[in-house]
């Protein structure tokens, strides 16, 4: 049965799904989520998602959400080289421990910068309180700098080795998405900033794929009108 | 022994994993690390967690960190009744949607709250920011709204069926949390009120024991 995709690029769990669909050369049919003109609050798409949040799968009939879920689920479900997810249960508890801790210790600052600093302004149209300012960019920086310092401290190609985990992608597409606001985790990050070419050169031309939107909103430095018209 | 447990009590994913332990009969040795003393900065804890939180366990020199992770890890070492997390892919599928749910949709607002408004009004004697709670107690509302409304929306016991799963447990200590600030997601939401009794009354006595410092700060902070 072919896996129906429900997702919007610019969402950064969906990219993870993106690519990692493609890169397992599992066909899916696309089912475009555009979460700025407010689909995912229709009537239609609550009747089929109830919690209003992509990106989600439906096979057989079954909906399954949350991007780490449907990728443990497919990762049992399909033929996926164990590399992504190794069935060796010490393995699985390191790669578990990055992913549980990502939702809060990297999802969440990074996404907190975006809306408090660009998102919300546009759509109330007042300025940021400096407080919210100071509070999400330093949360953002931790979060860069827990990457850089622990989690990359052992300088290897990926978190886990050799061999790409479900976790980097995860990782890799959290890391981008504040480049479309105009912090890039990169900078002054060596170690991040390797991690992240090695990613890309290894999941070309998936990756550029999964991020074109992203990229071309991040380099037409977007006025904060047009911010809001592409999100 | 061979199991080591670090883990505050004031601290939801510490309950959750305490509470497995002790209602699945799995032994350890208590390794209590009391953030209000600064027991997770301690060189010796910082050695274990470098990120300085808890729950973390050491079995037999493997560290496991992160409540989510360390529950299925246990599921899958020790011998764990299959309804915690079971292994049937989809029934393990469906369980992960709210596992990994959890995290932003409901353990970040109300944490975010309890920390807000109980936690660093006490750790810098400073009044909370009203802008910052007025961010997070609609996020809170929003989410123990959904608990009602979408994952309790049928008439079984607990999240999954008849049968507790880790779900549960993650589950109800992050909504125990925010009474410490006088709300209780229980008010006004039948569904999730029965569902909390269910928990407490299957993992009783263990699952008081858990919560018997925050019962009892609930109970001054009343006064
Ligand atoms: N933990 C979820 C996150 C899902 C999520 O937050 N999706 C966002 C886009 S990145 C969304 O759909 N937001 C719509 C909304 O909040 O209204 C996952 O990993 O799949
Ligand atoms: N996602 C983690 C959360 C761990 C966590 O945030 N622990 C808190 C207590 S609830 C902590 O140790 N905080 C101390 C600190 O961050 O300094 C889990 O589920 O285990």
Redesign the pocket.
């Given at each position: 049965m072919t896996i129906q995709f429900y997702y919007d690029i610019l969402s950064q769990p969906c990219r993870t799904l993106y690519l990692f669909l493609k890169l397992n050369n599992l066909s899916f049919n696309k089912h475009v989520i555009n979460l700025a003109k407010g689909h995912h609050r229709t009537e239609e798409f609550k009747k089929i998602n109830p919690i209003s949040l992509v990106p989600f799968i439906e096979e057989n009939g079954v909906i399954l959400r949350e991007s780490v879920g449907i990728m443990r689920y497919l990762c049992r479900e399909k033929n996926i080289p164990d590399h992504w997810y190794p069935k060796d249960h010490k393995s699985q508890a390191k790669i578990d421990e990055f992913i549980?801790?990502h939702?809060?210790?990297l999802r969440f600052p990074l996404t907190m910068f975006f809306r408090v600093c660009h998102l919300e302004p546009l759509l109330t149209g007042k300025e940021p309180l400096k407080s919210d300012v100071e509070w999400s960019i330093s949360g953002m920086k931790i979060s860069c700098n827990v990457m850089e310092n622990f989690w990359l401290s052992n300088d290897r190609k990926f978190l886990f080795g050799d061999h790409l985990t479900i976790a980097d992608l995860l990782a890799a597409m959290e890391i981008e998405q504040p480049r479309m606001c105009g912090y890039d985790p990169r900078n002054g990050r060596p170690k991040l900033t390797a991690y992240m070419n090695n990613i890309r050169a290894e999941t070309n031309p998936y990756y550029d794929e999964a991020c074109e939107l992203l990229n071309s909103i991040s380099a037409k430095k977007l006025s904060k009108q047009e911010i809001k018209s592409n999100l | 022994m061979s199991l080591k447990f670090y883990y505050?009590l004031?601290?939801?994913?510490?309950r959750?994993?305490y509470v497995f332990l002790k209602v699945t009969g799995i032994k350890f040795e208590s390794k209590p690390?009391i953030?209000g003393k600064l027991g997770?900065?301690s060189e010796e804890f910082l050695k274990i967690n470098p990120?300085?939180?808890?729950?973390?366990i050491d079995d037999n020199g493997f560290i496991v960190?992160?409540?989510?992770?360390?529950l299925r890890y246990l599921c899958r070492e020790k011998g764990i009744p299959d309804h915690w997390y079971p292994k049937e892919s989809k029934a393990q599928a469906k369980l992960d949607e709210f596992i990994e749910w959890q995290?932003i949709g409901l353990?970040l607002p109300c944490?975010f709250y309890f920390k807000l408004k109980w936690l660093e009004p006490r750790l810098t004697g400073e009044k909370p920011l009203e802008s910052e709670i007025e961010r997070f107690q609609p996020l809170m509302l929003d989410s123990c709204d959904l608990m009602e409304t979408f994952w309790l929306n049928h008439n079984k016991k607990f999240l999954f069926g008849n049968h507790l799963t880790i779900a549960d447990l993650?589950a109800v200590m992050e909504l125990e949390q925010p009474k410490l600030c006088g709300f209780d997601p229980r008010q006004g939401r039948p569904r999730l009120a029965a569902y909390m009794a269910s928990v407490k009354s299957e993992t009783s006595p263990y699952y008081d024991e858990a919560n018997k410092i925050i019962d009892k700060l609930a109970s001054m902070s009343k006064l």
């Open positions: 549980e801790w939702h809060i210790g | 505050d004031m601290s939801q994913p510490s959750a994993i690390t953030l997770h900065k990120i300085g939180q808890v729950p973390v960190r992160e409540s989510v992770g360390i995290h353990r944490a993650l």
